[in-house]
């Protein structure tokens, strides 16, 4: 069971964000073709799909590969993953037209207007719920894996 | 004398002691056995279960996430994208 640690964690980070895409692409097919909604959704599908699974397999990676050293708790290291993600996000969603910046706030999706008041509290929200996640279910599937 | 003695004492000693083969151990494998209780073992003593560890600060997170996305659903665009 010793064996491959870093393929088992980088499985164990990307279960949550494939988990997920299932229903992002259940919202897109309901929104899009069903609804026939003008929104451009497949455009921002790139992220989620391609980006997120990917960060969070190698950010378990990392955290195996650190926890020694820093005993940093699953939890927090998983917070700090947003940090990182949030511009990254922000950059490609601005370069794919999915998120604008206005005068008053910005606008997802050209449906979806988050003023910039909320901007802070949505952050923290994904920051707890990033900690949240990364405690209960990736720490979860890294004991049961052996990795923890 | 001493045959006589000895014979008796083979007989005393089958009479007492069961023949090996009818005895030779349990009819299944138990090491399965041993290695599941085993593995129960090391989970509880690792904390192996989903719930391990939960806080009430934690709680209150999870209340703080579902409020404000119940309160302002235009985050949930926001939440999707970074998951």
């Known amino acids: ?70 005993h940093l708790p699953i939890g927090v290291h998983g917070a700090i ?7 990254t996000g922000a950059l490609v969603a601005t370069c794919l037209g999915v998120l604008e910046f206005g005068p008053a706030g910005v606008v997802w999706f050209h449906a979806c207007a988050v003023p910039y008041a909320l901007i802070a509290p949505c952050f923290l929200a994904v920051l707890a719920g990033y900690y949240l996640v990364w405690k209960y279910i990736v720490g979860f599937l890294n004991r049961v894996l052996g990795i923890a | 004398m001493n045959e006589h003695v000895e014979e008796r004492m083979k007989k005393l000693l089958r009479q007492a002691l069961p023949p090996m083969n009818s005895d030779a151990g349990p009819g299944r494998d138990l090491w399965p056995d041993v290695l599941r209780r085993l593995d129960v073992n090391l989970a509880a003593k690792s904390g192996a279960s989903f719930s391990h560890g939960w806080a009430w600060f934690d709680g209150v997170l999870a209340v703080g996430i579902v409020a404000l996305v119940a309160i302002f659903p235009a985050a949930i665009p926001m939440f999707l994208y970074y998951f």
Do not use: D
Not at chain 1, 81 to 87: C, T
């Open chain 1, 1 to 70: 069971m010793n064996s491959h640690p870093y393929l088992r964690a980088y499985l164990a980070g990307i279960f949550v964000p494939t988990l997920v895409l299932p229903i992002l692409l259940t919202v897109f097919i309901v929104v899009r073709i069903v609804l026939k909604a003008p929104v451009p959704i497949e455009q921002g599908l790139i992220f989620p799909m391609a980006v997120v699974p990917l960060l969070f397999g190698l950010w378990n990676m990392l955290w195996l590969c650190s926890h020694k050293r820093t």
């Open chain 1, 81 to 87: 993953l947003p940090l990182l993600m949030a511009p």
